[in-house]
Structure formats: C-alpha cells, structure tokens
C-alpha cells in the first residue's frame, strides 16, 4: 500500500521490534522452576523419616539399664542387662540406690558401691578395658 506523498512501509505482522532508547515490552515473570519444589520436597520427607527413626530409637532404648538414675526400679533381663520398670509393677524387683560414672568394671566390683550401704546388687555397662556406668541396686522387697 502506498500513501501519496510520504514513504512506504512494509505491513507489519508480528512484535514491533523495540527502537533504541525505547524499552521493549515488559516480560511475564518467569515460572518456578519445579526443580527447586522437587528439592523441597525431598527434603521435607527425608527430615520427616530421620525424625521418626530418632524417635523410634529413643523409644526402643529409654528403658536400657544404662539409663536408669537413682530412684528408677529395674529389673533383671537376661544376662548382665537390666530394664528400667515402673516401681509399680511385679517386674521391679531392684531399685537404683545410686549411678557411679566414669568406673572401671574391676572399680565397680571392688568399690564403686562401698558409700551405699543399702547396696545389694552392683550393675556395670560398658566397654571392657574402658569406663562405664555403675549402678548400685538394693532389692525392692516385693
């Protein structure tokens, strides 16, 4: 098409192209990446599964016998293992009367227990040649 007296322009039929000193047309925001979604995601469920195997090791220990503390009744599980009981129970059948840290297994059978007269019984978990925890037990009386 032309136009009588001016210059002719070729029809345009896509963008206009920005001119120099004119800013082009303003760009949509780009999408998330799903990427950075994905890594949360991942993320979230391996803190949940850490979190509920920490708990269920807590469970699965928090009656050990090296956990007990003066006062707690225990009873005997096998072996040289004790489990921590409700002093309510039939099972109690011992009675913390004191916890010695830092005690040789020879230390615990010789002495740890001597300043405890009501002592009857003497606990000892750790590792041989290493230190542990002592624990003097007097019987419940049930």
Do not use: H
Not at 130 to 136: M, R, S
């Amino acid at each position: 098409m032309t136009y009588a007296g001016g210059p002719q322009f070729p029809e345009q039929t896509g963008p206009v192209p920005p001119q120099a000193g004119m800013p082009g047309p303003a760009q949509p925001p780009a999408a998330p990446k799903k990427s950075k979604r994905r890594q949360k995601i991942v993320l979230t469920v391996f803190l949940i599964l850490v979190a509920g195997l920490l708990a269920l090791v807590w469970v699965a220990t928090r009656s050990n016998g090296e956990n007990a503390q003066a006062g707690n009744c225990v009873t005997e599980s096998g072996e040289n293992y004790v489990k921590i009981v409700d002093c309510g129970t039939p099972e109690a059948t011992l009675k913390v009367v004191a916890r010695v840290e830092g005690k040789t297994q020879t230390e615990a059978r010789i002495s740890a227990c001597t300043p405890y007269p009501d002592a009857e019984q003497v606990f000892w978990q750790g590792k041989e040649g290493e230190t542990g925890v002592v624990l003097c037990l007097a019987k419940t009386g049930k």
